[in-house]
């Protein structure tokens, strides 16, 4: 089996009362440093801390692995909590996930452009009740020259068991190299269900009619409002490494999520 050799370790810990509780058991068991100063980071929560610490990496451009505990509901991207372990047992025979996150470039009704990651989703939401009216490209070509719906969402295969889910899109395996391009509640095209498409694709959003049907885009939990276009692609530069407990991997959930019922 090989062996995983981290050095300086961070501890990010949620702002739950389970998660500080564990934080004080785990003190003695590593010389804690500043994320920033780290080659590798625990984190104690449940999905969103997970999340915000991966965006916290990506933001200063420095990512490293991450090792979650849950202490929060669902978990997914977390491993088991037990009150007595080896975390450095559990380090070192964790196996390595590798997963790059999407780049959005979003470009505002006002010219503006701005640029975010999403780990799970980015999705297209129609911001009043007026139904969204959206033009849809794959690769700089036009596929939905007019999606009627509550907004689409673009979906990397760690978030395809969230939003994309619950919106009726495809699970996809981790190592599929694919993304869910998913429509929310659409009207027309009506028998469109969506697509599965090689996560090398650039997609593109282009909002009809904005002044009446405005739509905001959101990556993960970051929302940009009144957008024009949305530009979308796999950012690989930005690979990130989750950590797994050996049987626990997130591509086995994966697999184990389209048999729950």
């Keep these: 089996m090989d062996v995983n050799n981290f050095g300086r370790l961070a501890l990010v810990v949620s702002p739950t009362d389970r998660a500080r509780e564990a934080a004080e058991k785990l003190q003695r068991a590593a010389d804690w440093v500043p994320l920033h100063e780290a080659d590798a980071a625990v984190v104690l929560g449940g999905d969103g801390q997970m999340l915000d610490t991966l965006h916290q990496m990506l933001d200063a451009k420095r990512v490293i692995p991450v090792y979650g505990l849950n202490l929060g509901t669902v978990g997914f991207l977390m491993n088991r909590f037990t009150r007595h372990f080896d975390l450095h047992r559990r380090l070192a025979e964790a196996r390595l996930i590798a997963v790059s996150p999407l780049l959005m470039e979003a470009v505002t009704q006002s010219g503006d452009t701005e640029h975010l990651y999403a780990i799970n989703e980015v999705s297209l939401l129609r911001e009043n009740r007026q139904t969204a009216k959206i033009e849809i490209s794959v690769n700089e070509k036009v596929r939905i020259a007019q999606l009627a719906a509550d907004g689409v969402l673009l979906s990397t295969p760690v978030g395809s ?17 694919m993304l869910a391009l998913t429509p929310i509640s659409p009207f027309r095209p009506r028998r469109w269900k969506g697509a599965v498409l090689p996560d090398r694709s650039r997609v593109t959003f282009r909002v009809l009619e904005p002044d009446k049907r405005p739509v905001a885009a959101v990556a993960d939990m970051r929302e940009i409002r009144d957008v024009a276009e949305v530009h ?30």
């Design 232 to 261: 979308l692609r796999i950012a690989r530069e930005m690979e990130m490494t989750l950590l797994f407990d050996q049987g626990h991997a997130l591509d086995d959930r994966i697999v184990a999520e389209q048999f729950a019922y």
């Design 161 to 177: 068991t969230a939003y994309n889910y619950s919106a009726n899109g495809p699970i996809l395996p981790l190592d599929s190299q």
